[in-house]
């Protein structure tokens, strides 16, 4: 499908595209870039990929496609070093307004053939080692071109992620971040805050020795990459922030149901909720 | 090890520990009570009990142990069906302050021979249909006896869950409590508030068809039966809400660690959840 795809970024998301387009052989020719040389050599090892690059302007050079995948807060820095030919460029990053705001700052305006993209999968486990050829199989992957986007550009990157697997979904930027506040830099959120609040109480032990199924899946994602996820929580700071205060607003009412012991509107609003994960478990395979 | 078994509900925790004890052969005949007797007779069909009774008095007459396996809310209905004789009666109840409440308001003390239990076990899912023998394996079991607990009696409910595959810890009541506070009804409910979150967005069906690993994670629990999650909610209020209000502390700091853009700071406080996680894994062999 293509001559030669370079991904910038060995890390879980990047080392997983890789094995994906080495399964389903997408790509004649398939050269990573990392910061860290160790990570991308091993990759050659193991087969992962077919080469690495000292630069990251000498990876983009004469690649077909070009696929984004550093840290949020390293995409800007990662982007000055791209001379823009004619590459089809995409990316993975949660936060689509700021690496749009990113795209503006280096080359003024979003070029036409860049389209911004986001893999709805993950884990919260770190680094090329964790990658895993099915991690994408079956999840959404969001697209958000704009009006001046090259069509051909928006095929080639949605027939990539198809062939990969996955569905796409084409919404704008803004309602990409809308959605993720609440559905991923929320949960995120809440998972770490979770945590962190046993992390000074005098029983932590007693506590973590007791503790098991709501204590498990509810704490599982805070054991993500603190750095990765402060720069996507920053990078999506307004809307996470406007997710988390109508969060705010429903834990106030049910302590007041509670405090008040009042047992149908407890019990009432413990169906509401149970109406949204049912629903989301109804249309999901993947539980 | 016991003469004759006597399960109060048959229920998903009721209907587990039948199989269980099925399973390890722990009593030569075993009978169960529960207000719904479609649910009995099927657990009789399927030879997951032996027999089961019309009334809970003339259920736990002969009895050598009666598992009482109600709701925490209708714990008092059922103990005043109860004529003291010398069976060992244990529960299963997730809140123990509210059933030694109940217990004290129905016996006037809590009688030596009653040892109140709580195995850290369960299932979002709910009814005898959703019972597996395997669901306290590996599981603790907390035990809250007092002072005057018959020896006994102790040692014969410990032993029942040890050869079920379980850990006991002893602890008080207040201990448990607050623990399971912390560990289980607070996520759990964290788990519902943030599954109610999304109830009344504009956008929902968007959302959820873009849900992934986090969203599922922490909103698994919210599925939980509403009317059960709500007598344990009331049953453990005050030590809920301390719970609740420790969170919301995390909450309001987070958010303005955000808001303020101080990403050394936001790193530093996931961390410290991920620390936290990353013990619990450590610890539990069944992620």
Redesign the interface.
Known sequence: MFKRVVIIGFGLIGGSIALSIKKHRLSKELIAWDIDKDCVRKGVELNMIDGFAETISSAVAGAELVILSVPV?EMRGVLEQIDLKDQIITDVGSVKGSFVEDVEAVFSKVPPRLIPGHP????EKKGMVASAEDLFEG??V?LTPNEESDETALHKVSKLWRLMGCKI?I?SVQ?HD???A???H??????????????S?S??S???????????????????D??I???I??AN?LK??E??????V??EK??NK??S?N?SE????????????????S??K??
Do not use: C, Q
């Open positions: 807060g709805i999968a993950g884990s999840h959404s969001i979904s919404m309602d809308t959605i993720l609440k559905t991923s929320l949960p995120h959120l809440l998972s770490s805050v979770f945590s962190e609040s046993i992390y109480e029983d932590r007693a506590a973590l020795a007791h503790a098991a199924g709501s204590f498990r899946d509810v704490s599982r994602v805070s054991a993500s603190p750095a996820w402060a720069d929580f920053l700071d996470l922030i997710s988390l205060e109508r969060f705010m429903g834990l049910i302590k509670i405090a012991r047992h407890v019990k009432n609003f413990l169906e509401r909720g149970k109406a949204v994960r049912d629903h989301f478990s249309i999901t993947e539980l």
